[in-house]
């Protein structure tokens, strides 16, 4: 990075490089992902983004095509984009979009570390007039691309290494803490029970029916419209990721029960309107089944919808690099929604967005089993070097 380009650490962690081109003074492209993970991944999920980027600026580079670029362009490897430490997402690309509560800093991990004092063990002095400052101009930035493996099974599906995104789902989080009665596994009668962990086996395989089936449930009114619901039908996923319970022994009715829940879909609407019937559902059950329940909020983010110039131009970039590397390409190159968020989402507060999505064996990602052959990381390098050409 430094010696393609000026380069630098800002004070949440994000590291920059940076190259003028022939037009210092224009709006600028940034380009990246994030350098963090997840507990047991693997090795492509964001840190291909960055390299990606990189390469492309080195074989400019090379080519002697870097000072003339149209317009600058810099590389950001944003931090703790996965929220895995601190339970929030997008920290990096959240302060340079101005997204960023300046509360955020004081935001606790499992031993009480709060994110300033960890960024200050790492010499950074963070503070809130400096993180308001990590803001971008919005007139200063043209616009932000981001390179990510797919995470899923599409692209492989449909035998093709890269492809353009055209949205990303927005998502919901909810903490669903379900009350009951504690007792003795051999003493209580079945029907004087009032078990949280079944009610909350309940709650759960009815939010999976109105998943799998929202035309089902869903009425049609003013806030949930016929092509919401059509939307929905195509996009929505719902996931019970964690589930715990208290005092969690094998000869104990628990007392508690506490499990999350993940709500994803393109359609901000059409999710708005799956929390509502499904909450009204839990509480249904839990009044049915004498036990109390409470239902906490902990993440919300509105679907974005990519840039359609963006998109165009990385169609056309990904069918370039298609074309060198494989002659005739017959097929378009495939469009496609993301179900997983990513730095893009806080930066469309910022600037217009695109993505190239690259494909991964198996759809496999979070595991490390994820995978991508070198073949597709080549034909993303090219990609993102033939974007850079035709900026």
Request: overall charge negative.
């Amino acid at each position: 990075m430094l010696m393609l380009c000026s380069s630098w650490v800002d004070q949440m962690g994000n590291v920059h490089g940076r190259v003028e081109g022939a037009n210092p003074n224009a709006e600028a492209l940034l380009i990246g992902s994030h350098m963090d993970t997840v507990v047991d991944a693997g090795m492509f999920d964001g840190s291909l983004g960055i390299v990606s980027a990189i390469s492309a600026l080195k074989a400019l580079k090379v080519n002697g095509k870097l000072e003339k670029l149209k317009r600058p362009v810099e590389v950001i490897a944003f931090c703790d984009e996965e929220g895995v430490r601190f339970q929030t997402t997008f920290l990096g690309s959240g302060a340079i979009a101005g997204i960023l509560p300046a509360t955020t800093l004081e935001i606790s991990d499992k031993r009480d570390t709060m994110i300033k004092d960890v960024l200050k063990e790492n010499s950074i002095d963070i503070t809130e007039e400096k993180l308001l400052q990590l803001k971008y101009d919005p007139k200063s930035v043209w616009g932000y691309v981001e390179i990510h493996i797919e995470q899923g099974p599409v692209l492989e599906q449909k035998g093709f290494p890269l492809g353009v995104v055209k949205g990303i789902a927005g998502q919901t989080r909810l903490k669903v803490t379900v009350r009951g009665s504690q007792g003795h596994a051999g003493t209580v009668p079945m029907s004087m029970r009032q078990d949280p962990m079944a009610a909350a086996a309940e709650l759960i395989v009815v939010m999976e029916s109105l998943c799998k089936n929202p035309e089902e449930f869903l009425s049609y009114d003013d806030h949930c419209s016929d092509s919401s619901v059509k939307s929905l039908s195509s996009s929505l996923v719902c996931t019970v990721g964690e589930i715990s319970t208290w005092p969690s022994a094998s000869n104990v009715i628990p007392g508690q029960v506490t499990y999350t829940v993940d709500i994803r879909a393109i359609d901000d609407l059409g999710r708005e309107a799956v929390i509502y019937d499904l909450s009204k559902r839990i509480y249904q059950i839990c009044d049915k089944r004498s036990v109390s329940c409470n239902i906490e909020h902990k993440h919300d983010a509105g679907a974005v919808i990519c840039d359609s110039e963006l998109s165009s131009q990385l169609k056309s970039a990904a069918y370039s690099a298609l074309k060198k590397m494989e002659g005739d390409i017959q097929d378009e190159v495939p469009t496609l929604m993301s179900g997983a968020g990513h730095d893009a989402m806080a930066m469309s507060h910022l600037t217009k967005v695109g993505m190239l999505f690259v494909r991964c064996r198996g759809g496999i990602s979070h595991s490390p089993q994820e995978h991508v052959l070198d073949n597709d990381v080549w034909a993303a390098g090219l990609a993102t070097l033939s974007f850079l050409e035709n900026l």
